[in-house]
């Protein structure tokens, strides 16, 4: 028994000849390809006098003109023709036909001009029909979207239309809402979808009207098989992510899918539905971004304590749902320089968020924001003692870390203070950790720093703004300022004990050249830096320097706000 007749709302060759005009018909060859589709018939004259591709179109031929032309039957299947229609009885020295290639004799004479006109009449009523249909879906869709309906709303609709589950994923091919699917199902058919949306389409499969519209089966749970429709959110250059209608595969009866009709109405769905759902996603997303944004200027202020009033603040923390009795640590690395279009901040917040999201658990919040250079991350606490909080900012800190390390390729410094016990210590928390910081960077640590680390540098920290460290630090480190290179060769033997060999392996000069450094630098400074004592001295001067200038820039920062 032959197949029954595929309704794909296009004209094939099996549709013809069931149309009255074709009434005699008879299949002279390619009874197995009675489903290829025609969308249009061109006489064999013009069709020898080109080289075109002749996909889905028909040939019409008189008799008369096929005698002895076997070799040109042979090069219209290879340049994709569909179908020969012979107006009247093919000739008998036609030869051998060519596999690929329908060939049909008319029965009664019906001419050029009534073929052409039944194909262009069925080519004209599809596309009108194709065009009401899209008309609908938009129209429906954008009612909704206008009425600010939300993205599950608008996925819901897709659903509701395409009478299957629909979903919308994110650029990253993150499933954003869907409809339909059971929520065990959810999970597995994600995972399939995204892979096979993130494979490449051979060059043949791909289309070539400005849709990247995808049909391909998929796996869902318990190795059940969907085929997926799916099409690309494009705004302008920018892709935005997928639409996609899901068909389950279930009756042994549907073993082959759906229809060629029905994928041809999912296409049309999902190609009408990015648009509005891609607007909803951009929408959703300033949103998201003008929120973070208002949470981010609050967390300055809190790191700042720069609120007008205790009613402000706590105004705005309701606002923002932070709970400001909370136990808090506050956690700084710095970011990455701005590149590309985006605004100079936006790389460093996403590297900061994705920084707040290591080490999650269901009670711990995360708040960020980047000031000037710097990532800041304040985190609440699980811990209820000092030991225990130490110990949970440690390796957060670490986890910190090696996220930023993992995203950047670089090895990245992450410094904390002491925990605060509600809003009103982390200002301190954050000039701790701060400083902290700026150690770290002029030290080249990476990896966790607190400031409880740094403690000769803490117990430096409560002298290093009176007038006699900085009158130190004129008379030690003054004379050195207009030669660089002197002041690094100066710390750099400092660093190595003052071992000589190991400071000139260090610097990459020779032996002789280190030491006329070190006399020079001697004399400069007017003490033998080679001495114990005064190595202690210019060791001291070193660290207080670097501290007002930490203590400095932290003060400037906060002066902006």
């Not at 105004?315 to 400001?324: M, Q």
Request: glycine share 8%; net charge negative.
């Amino acid at each position: 028994m032959t197949a029954p007749p595929i309704d794909s709302g296009r004209m094939t060759v099996r549709g013809l000849l069931d149309e009255s005009l074709m009434a005699g018909s008879r299949i002279v060859a390619g009874e197995d390809l009675l489903d290829e589709e025609l969308t249009w018939v061109l006489p064999l004259n013009e069709v020898l006098s080109q080289h075109d591709r002749l996909d889905a179109v028909a040939v019409y031929a008189r008799p008369e003109s096929l005698t002895a032309r076997a070799s040109t039957l042979s090069a219209l299947a290879a340049r994709g023709a569909t179908t020969l229609l012979v107006d009247g009885v093919a000739p008998p020295d036609l030869g051998g036909l060519p596999a690929g290639l329908v060939v049909v004799e008319l029965g009664i004479p019906v001419g050029f001009a009534a073929l052409n006109r039944l194909l262009a009449e069925r080519a004209l009523s599809q596309e009108v029909h194709v065009m009401r249909y899209s008309t609908h879906v938009h129209a429906t869709l954008a009612g909704l979207f206008h009425r600010g309906a939300g993205l599950q709303i608008l996925v819901r609709e897709v659903s509701n239309l395409a009478r299957n589950p629909a979903v919308a994923l994110d650029a990253r091919g993150h499933v954003v809402a869907h409809h339909g699917l059971p929520p065990e199902a959810v999970a597995a058919l994600a995972d399939s979808v995204s892979r096979m949306l993130a494979a490449d389409l051979p060059a043949s499969e791909r289309r070539h009207d400005g849709h990247d519209t995808r049909t391909q089966q998929v796996t869902g749970p318990e190795d059940s098989r969907w085929t997926c429709v799916a099409s690309a959110i494009r705004l302008g250059k920018s892709f935005e992510g997928w639409v996609a209608v899901l068909v389950p595969t279930l009756a042994p009866d549907h073993a082959d899918g759906p229809s060629k009709h029905d994928l041809a109405r999912h296409e049309v769905l999902t190609e009408q539905a990015t648009a509005i759902i891609g607007s909803e996603m951009l929408r959703q997303r300033s949103v998201d971004e003008a929120e973070e944004r208002a949470r981010g200027d609050f967390v300055q202020a809190l790191v700042h304590g720069s609120f007008s009033s205790e009613h402000d603040m706590r105004a705005r923390a309701e606002h923002h749902d932070i709970e400001l009795d909370a136990r808090f640590g506050v956690f700084v690395a710095p970011g990455v320089l701005p590149r590309g279009p985006d605004s100079p901040t936006t790389p460093m917040v996403r590297l900061a968020r994705y920084a707040a999201g290591v080490a999650a658990h269901p009670s711990v919040h995360a708040y960020v924001t980047v000031i000037g250079d710097v990532l800041v991350v304040v985190r609440t606490l699980r811990g209820e003692d000092a030991a225990a909080m130490r110990s949970e900012m440690a390796e957060y800190a670490e986890a910190m870390s090696g996220e930023l390390q993992r995203r950047r390729g670089l090895p990245a410094p992450v410094a904390y203070g002491r925990p605060a016990l509600g809003a009103g210590e982390v200002r301190e928390s954050y000039r701790e950790a701060r400083v902290a910081l700026g150690i770290a960077r002029r030290l080249h640590r990476t990896g966790a720093t607190s400031y409880q680390q740094l403690r000769g540098f803490t117990v430096l920290a409560q002298v290093a703004e009176t007038e006699d460290s900085r009158q130190l630090v004129r008379d030690v480190l003054g004379p050195l300022r207009s030669s660089p290179d002197l002041l690094e060769t100066l710390e750099a033997y400092l660093s190595e004990g003052g071992n000589i060999n190991a400071t000139a392996r260090t610097l990459n000069v020779h032996r002789n050249t280190m030491l006329a450094k070190l006399d020079r630098i001697s004399r400069m400074l007017g003490m033998d830096v080679r001495d114990p004592e005064h190595q202690f001295t210019v060791w001291l001067a070193i660290r207080l320097d670097l501290l007002d200038e930490v203590h400095s820039a932290v003060e400037r920062e906060a002066s902006f706000r």
